[in-house]
């Protein structure tokens, strides 16, 4: 172990009852965000405000994105337990408020603070579990952690119906506040760490410019080309701060005495790879996620209930496959397994390039689940080669940046793949809708999603929608394709690691 920082061997860490609070922990993370998605059109028409709607998860993804990366730091700084402490706190403060909400905007501020919290949960989980157990077990039990998002992500959305049907949807932000509670009281009495007392040393100015640099971006990914154009003066001139501060940052980076992000970290090939890779593969994600629904209803026709399943294949082969990844990195070792992710990764995206109206929701879902075990290969791989690659003083910093490097890639992904849609859309309405006698924009695609509004469009509109839906969604598979062969080169490249702790 560690000569800097170590478990305390005095007071022995109880694993497998810390290992159950952090699962605890991270699952109540995890399934807020299925959970709330399920209960936004009951908690609209109680509070109203639907022109600020996609906030209410926007806000929630800006912080989460902003401060893992300085919760990591702070980790590495004071130790994993008063850190990941104060951010179930925060996060179960913010939660409290977003019940008690009144209106959209207050609920909006409150997911904010819900959101600084959960910038240190996922992270320091992870980090902890890395510090706990040796490089055979690391591995499995990562893959257990995995399961967790698949869990929630299958259970969030029938859990959250079953809250709004026969309760209030407030409670599904106040039953946070015992899980919250169960996960500190394990990680307060029961796991202990020595930390090495001395003055240490926070980059304020590295983590202000941080913030401000990736806040910016966020900011510019989530309105421009829905409600900002690319070119228009606030999307210019948040991207110029962008620029500057993400400047500024490098330079407080390469002179600060303990820099929030070392720069050093990026010389590592397995640490850059993964990262990179990890990013790609989360474009990959969030363009399954986003866009087989609408093409599940709106193209096949079929209900909300058929597209949610094809998505939620997706969530069962996650886990399934980062289980099966803790196993096999054991086996045949990380560049093989991270290879082997990376084809999954492509088939799952080719099978998507041939899709079609006629092969139905089981094809879908296969793409779906075949994405998903790439998925779950890849982000085991990554996470654990990283943690094996680093000492304990980096390793919080080291996992929170590849965890970072996922959202940021969640973020870029819906803005690249929403735009090429948006822009496929428009073309093919522009160029097709000029015989019609009624006015066709990309607005009247929601029509496909509601059989009222389908049925105030004349025949000739409706095939025309879908028609330029059907070929606009391909052109985003196409390009969803071409990131994924992306990913498998970059795990082609992948270094078989080297092991410090």
């Not at 949960?121 to 690391?138: A, F, N, S, W």
């Not at 990959?284 to 096949?300: C, D, E, H, K, N």
């Not at 028609?467 to 985003?476: A, E, G, I, K, Q």
Request: charged share 10%.
């Amino acid at each position: 172990m560690e000569q800097s920082v170590q478990l305390n061997k005095a007071k022995k860490t109880h694993r497998p009852l810390v290992l159950a609070s952090l699962v605890i922990s991270m699952f109540m993370a995890a399934i807020e965000g299925t959970i709330v998605a399920t209960a936004m059109p009951n908690i609209v028409g109680d509070l109203g405000g639907f022109s600020v709607y996609s906030w209410v998860f926007s806000s929630f993804l800006l912080m989460q994105a902003v401060t893992t990366l300085i919760y990591g730091k702070l980790a590495d700084l004071f130790g994993r337990k008063p850190i990941f402490l104060i951010g179930v706190v925060i996060f179960l403060i913010g939660s409290i408020l977003c019940g008690l909400a009144t209106t959209m905007s207050m609920l909006v501020v409150f997911r904010i603070i819900q959101g600084i919290g959960a910038g240190a949960i996922h992270p320091i989980v992870t980090t902890i579990v890395g510090d706990m157990y040796t490089t055979q077990e690391r591995a499995k039990v990562q893959g257990y952690l995995a399961s967790v998002w698949g869990i929630s992500s299958v259970i969030g959305p029938l859990f959250g119906g079953f809250i709004v049907n026969y309760s209030d949807w407030a409670w599904i932000f106040w039953m946070n506040v015992p899980l919250g509670i169960i996960g500190m009281f394990g990680i307060v009495f029961f796991f202990h760490e020595n930390i090495e007392r001395k003055k240490q040393s926070i980059d304020y100015l590295g983590s202000g410019l941080f913030f401000l640099s990736i806040s910016t971006l966020i900011v510019v990914l989530v309105q421009a080309g829905t409600n900002w154009t690319w070119n228009s003066t606030p999307v210019l001139l948040l991207l110029g701060l962008f620029l500057v501060s993400s400047l500024l940052f490098l330079w407080q980076e390469n002179r600060a005495k303990s820099p929030m992000m070392p720069l050093q970290i990026w010389n590592s090939r397995l640490i850059t790879i993964a990262n990179l890779a990890t990013l790609t593969s989360g474009m990959i994600m969030i363009g399954i996620a986003s866009f087989l629904p609408t093409y599940v209803q709106g193209v096949m026709g079929n209900s909300a209930i058929v597209a949610g399943f094809t998505l939620s294949a997706m969530s069962i082969g996650w886990p399934i496959s980062a289980t099966i990844a803790g196993h096999l990195v054991l086996r045949i070792g990380f560049r093989p397994t991270a290879i082997l992710g990376g084809i999954a990764l492509f088939i799952g995206a080719l099978l998507f390039v041939f899709l079609d109206q006629g092969k139905g929701p089981i094809y879908a879902g296969v793409g779906s689940f075949v994405v998903g075990v790439g998925m779950g290969l890849t982000s085991t791989t990554f996470i654990v080669s990283i943690q094996n690659s680093v000492d304990w003083k980096r390793r919080g910093v080291a996992t929170s940046l590849n965890m970072f490097m996922r959202i940021i890639g969640s973020a870029l992904g819906a803005a690249f793949l929403g735009g090429i849609l948006n822009m496929n859309m428009e073309k093919n309405l522009t160029e097709n809708g000029s015989d019609l006698n009624e006015q066709i924009s990309l607005e009247n695609t929601d029509s496909l999603l509601d059989g009222n509004q389908m049925n105030q469009l004349s025949e000739h509109a409706q095939q025309l929608l879908k028609d330029s839906l059907t070929s606009s969604l391909h052109v985003v598979y196409i390009a969803l394709f071409g990131i994924a062969i992306l990913t498998l080169l970059l795990t082609l490249f992948f270094p078989k690691g080297e092991t410090k702790s």
